[in-house]
């Protein structure tokens, strides 16, 4: 994933559903855009080697928010890649830059002497690069002015709110809102909700439909084994397909 170059194709919407791949590769695949009008990610894919996915909410702002004026379509599932809290995410993210920086340093050190001065010179100036993109991270916005339709987990939601600087939930969804669909919610959670419905009127004055607040929508989860990976894609599909019936 690392392979993929920046903003080098003119693709508008991409759907992901029932995937597990690392947040560093989702966020090459957003950056792979020069401007997203429609972006899916839903968790969900079979277990590879039984460990967690990493995930970086931070990571994920930063890249979306270069799609800020064009996303009209954020749809976010990663309740179940959520550890923590956003401070415990971008710790994370910096020991594993510090066990890159390590294991590039003891390899510099099995080279010959002239070439390891070479790729030490390259290996710093990459690790400058890693380390400003970390302290980027934490001054992201990831506020969507034009976001008509918007399915986020309740969690990464709050992360969002935080990165963006906004103080409530309330006051990061965009007044554009159509359609809003939380997921994981529960009422003795977090209050966040009940603030947006008091201020909908006022502050989504064009908001249609509202999900996940009067009923609990699960979010997606791993999958344990082929059996079920199969059964929840072929549940996806005949999702689509009624849809599509129902459109006609």
Not at 135 to 148: A, G, H, Q, Y
Not at 175 to 200: A, C, F, N, W
Not at 203 to 220: F, M, Q, R, S, W
Request: aromatic share 6%; with cysteine.
């Amino acid at each position: 994933m690392n392979a993929i170059p920046s903003k080098a194709s003119a693709v508008r919407e991409i759907h992901l559903k029932h995937c597990e791949i690392t947040g560093t590769c989702v966020s090459n695949i957003i950056n792979f855009s020069t401007g997203w009008g429609a972006f899916t990610y839903r968790f969900g894919g079979r277990a590879g080697d039984g460990g967690i996915v990493e995930w970086s909410s931070a990571e994920i702002a930063k890249s979306l928010a270069l799609h800020r004026l064009t996303m009209q379509l954020l749809d976010l599932d990663v309740e179940c890649q959520l550890h923590g809290s956003l401070e415990n995410e971008i710790q994370s993210r910096i020991e594993n830059l510090k066990e890159e920086e390590d294991r590039a340093a003891d390899e510099d050190l099995e080279e010959e002497n002239s070439e390891t001065e070479t790729l030490n010179s390259v290996d710093s100036n990459e690790s400058t690069k890693k380390w400003e993109e970390i302290e980027d991270f934490t001054k992201s916005n990831p506020f969507f002015p034009n976001l008509t339709h918007l399915r986020i987990g309740i969690s990464l939601a709050l992360r969002f709110v935080e990165l963006s600087g906004k103080k409530i939930l309330a006051e990061w969804l965009p007044p554009s809102l159509e359609e809003l669909e939380i997921v994981g919610y529960k009422h003795h959670d977090q209050d966040e909700m009940t603030e947006v419905l008091q201020r909908r009127e006022d502050h989504l004055p064009n908001l249609k439909v509202l999900k996940g607040v009067d009923e609990y929508i699960e979010h997606a989860k791993e999958l344990a084994c082929e059996d079920e990976y199969v059964a929840s894609a072929g549940s996806a599909d005949e999702d689509e397909v009624n849809d599509l019936d129902d459109s006609d």
